[in-house]
């Protein structure tokens, strides 16, 4: 199922990145990039996992079976400041923008208040 959503992924980061389209959705773009990385971080962790599991003694099975979630929180909350750093920055960019919190920037567009 990984590996789907994975391919998914995949092609729908090469098609965005082949539009000619001068903007490009920002977040889209960051999770897209953000997920490939998570993917291919798993799978280099997992593969060793799964070849100890399967050829190593039972007594060196367990080594690396407490890295494989420590290093998915790790990701999970990389992917998590990531997002937050680019709503900051879209935020730092439009200052005016009437509310402190980056997420809300992400959320919501910006229009200008009319004239009374």
Request: hydrophobic letters at 50%.
């Amino acid at each position: 199922m990984e590996s789907l959503l994975f391919l998914l992924a995949l092609c729908k980061l090469v098609e965005v990145l082949r539009s000619r389209d001068a903007h490009k959705p920002e977040l889209l773009v960051l999770l897209l990039r953000d997920s490939m990385l998570c993917y291919g971080t798993l799978l280099a962790a997992l593969v060793p996992n799964l070849v100890l599991w399967i050829c190593a003694r039972p007594t060196v099975r367990n080594v690396m079976t407490v890295s494989v979630p420590l290093l998915q929180s790790t990701i999970g909350t990389r992917v998590l400041i990531n997002i937050y750093e680019a709503a900051e920055a879209k935020v730092e960019r439009r200052q005016w923008l009437d509310t402190d919190d980056p997420i809300f920037a992400l959320a919501v567009p910006y229009h200008e208040p009319h004239a009374v």
